[in-house]
């Protein structure tokens, strides 16, 4: 008996990914990635071009068929992730307005975003689950289209990364509930569309419908089209399943929700999160997502802020890659000799980075280890924060690219205080996409599931690490003001504001991951 393939496909912040895998084992059998070349704009533009993601997409399916060979034909179904948030707006012709699609890290929108949230963030946190912030689709495309996008013809349908795959493979446009409310369009209690969220958004004549239907992650929205399968080659009819976010498939990958795990997503973006119970009152976090289940949600504490700080800085430096700036900080001890990085090249929430404590004697070294430093602390002052929220956070899965390196998981479970569960396998996303393919098809998804190891913390650098943590959040919070006064008075900037940005910091919200 010939053995069922699935294939999962994730179209992150950085690369487009698709592997495939043998229903019985969930050995991967094909896979295959392709960079995504982002447009770095003035103002703080980050959009990529809908002819390279095209074809990052037909390279991508069309070497993984290749891989396959016959066994193409074997392929039982197709699931869709992707990073949450950033704008895929279709015109009137179908095709992504203006030729691209705008990232979640985008920073266009931020005067916009800062003066919906003084107007109205408390009132859309209460209903959506998040304060505004300048990656969601809405503020995007009112900042970039217009008021009048819809009625102009400029922003006919939205959709989010995935669901612009599964769109190009199948056709069919609609999304779940998991994108859906990660961008604040949901009411958190209900699960349904947000009437506040789309009057606030500032397009007149948006609505619901602009998204299509939500489809619960795991069903058939359609198959592989002709034209598709000519152009990605595919056999045609392949059923085509929703997914999730892929925050949320990389969890349903290492069945973070069944084992009761927190995951922290060393991409991109900070990411970490916990699966929880409903709680009443909610707990004080940066989002809180209804993804579908009526009793429970996905709590978070986001800001794009964890491996872009370390892949730009392998810019600044001339290095070749993340890993060398891990290699480079390595060779300082912790703390940097006093310096210390604010890991915000991203922004986010009124944010900025910017080194402090810079001395004449520090070096690249310093520098590489400062910034390494922070990004491990950020992500571990953000699980702290969901810990405070009451949410089971004390047993910790580490995903995402940064997670291949074992001295930085180290480092962050030096911070966490305890050892953490690590998948090195960056394919999590697609191959939590694989396993709702599955899902569509009936097929048990067990053996579909990524495996993990186990990291422990330098035990001897033990009271380092806490003073290092207590001496980053207490910089974090010296900071604030600043952050506050900067966003209040910088021309280009909306009005802050009256009271100070809190500490914590809200840099807050969701995209993937990469």
Request: glycine share 12%; aromatic share 4%.
């Amino acid at each position: 008996m010939k053995t069922q393939l699935l294939i999962g496909i994730d179209l992150g912040s950085s690369s487009l990914k698709a592997l495939a895998l043998e229903a019985a084992s969930g050995r991967t059998v094909a896979l295959s990635r392709m960079p995504l070349q982002h447009d770095r704009l003035p103002g703080g533009g980050c959009e990529v071009g809908a002819p390279m993601i095209r074809s990052a997409l037909s390279s991508v399916l069309r070497d993984v068929a290749h891989q396959l060979g016959n066994r193409v034909d074997d392929v039982r179904a197709i699931g869709c992730t992707g990073h949450g948030a950033g704008l895929y707006a279709l015109d009137a012709r179908h095709e992504l307005a203006g030729g691209r699609a705008v990232a979640s890290t985008d920073q266009r929108a931020a005067a916009r975003a800062q003066s919906l949230a003084a107007s109205r963030g408390p009132e859309l946190l209460a209903e959506v689950g998040c304060q505004p912030w300048p990656g969601q689709p809405t503020v995007i495309a009112a900042e970039l289209l217009g008021r009048d996008a819809v009625r102009s013809g400029a922003l006919q349908r939205l959709m989010f990364a995935k669901d612009y795959v599964g769109f190009l493979l199948s056709g069919e446009i609609a999304t779940d509930a998991s994108d859906a409310s990660t961008a604040g369009l949901l009411s958190v209690a209900t699960g349904t569309w947000s009437p506040l969220a789309f009057a606030a958004s500032g397009i007149a004549g948006l609505a619901p419908q602009a998204f299509g239907p939500l489809v619960r992650s795991g069903e058939v929205i359609g198959t592989v089209q002709p034209a598709a399968a000519s152009a990605y080659g595919l056999p045609a009819g392949i059923p085509v399943a929703m997914g999730a976010i892929d925050l949320l498939a990389a969890m349903t990958a290492v069945r973070a929700e069944e084992r009761g795990r927190a995951v922290s997503v060393l991409g991109t973006w900070c990411v970490n999160a916990v699966i929880g119970p409903v709680l009443s009152p909610g707990p004080d976090v940066a989002s809180t997502v209804n993804f579908g289940p009526h009793d429970r949600r996905l709590y978070m504490e986001n800001s794009p802020s964890s491996m872009a700080n370390i892949a730009w800085l392998a810019g600044v430096l001339g290095l070749p890659d993340a890993r060398a700036v891990v290699d480079l900080a390595m060779s300082v001890p912790l703390g940097a000799g006093g310096l210390r990085f604010l890991p915000f090249v991203n922004g986010g929430g009124g944010v900025t980075a910017g080194f402090v404590g810079l001395k004449s004697h520090h070096t690249r070294g310093d520098m590489a280890r400062a910034v390494v430093d922070a990004v491990a602390a950020l992500h571990a002052r953000h699980t702290a924060r969901l810990a405070a929220g009451g949410l089971p956070v004390s047993a910790s899965t580490v995903l995402g690219g940064g997670a291949s390196d074992t001295r930085l998981v180290r480092l962050l479970a030096g911070l966490l205080g305890h050892p953490v569960e690590r998948c090195a396998d960056d394919e999590t996303g697609a191959r939590g996409a694989a396993i709702y393919a599955a899902m569509s098809q009936g097929i048990d998804a067990a053996p579909l599931c990524a495996p993990c190891d186990t990291v422990e913390p330098d035990a001897g650098q033990a009271r380092a690490h806490a003073d290092f943590n207590a001496d980053f959040n207490e910089l974090i919070t010296t900071m604030s003001p600043v952050f506050g006064h900067l966003a209040g008075h910088a021309p280009e900037r909306a009005p802050a504001p009256a009271t100070p940005i809190p500490a914590p910091v809200p840099v807050q919200q969701v995209e993937a991951l990469p």
